[in-house]
């Protein structure tokens, strides 16, 4: 049984921004709005308890290129 390749389609300024999730002290800024439309996609989890969002499996295959 063959896994589905899921589809995902980012702007330009998303898949910039995903590389800088999760964000870090003093690194580039993502802007709410963008950092939901991640989370809406599947590629970064909900806030977590320290009110930053990690990258998920999947955002993390699309990043590099994978997917």
Avoid: C, F
Avoid at 24 to 47: F, H, K, M, N, S
């Amino acid at each position: 049984m063959s896994q589905e390749i899921p589809t995902v389609q980012l702007t330009a300024e998303e898949r910039d921004h995903l590389w800088y999730m999760p964000q870090q002290p003093g690194g580039r800024i993502v802007p709410e709005p963008i950092q939901q439309r991640l989370q809406d996609l599947g590629l970064v989890t909900a806030p977590l308890a320290n009110g930053q969002r990690g990258i998920t499996v999947l955002g993390d295959k699309v990043r590099r290129g994978v997917i």
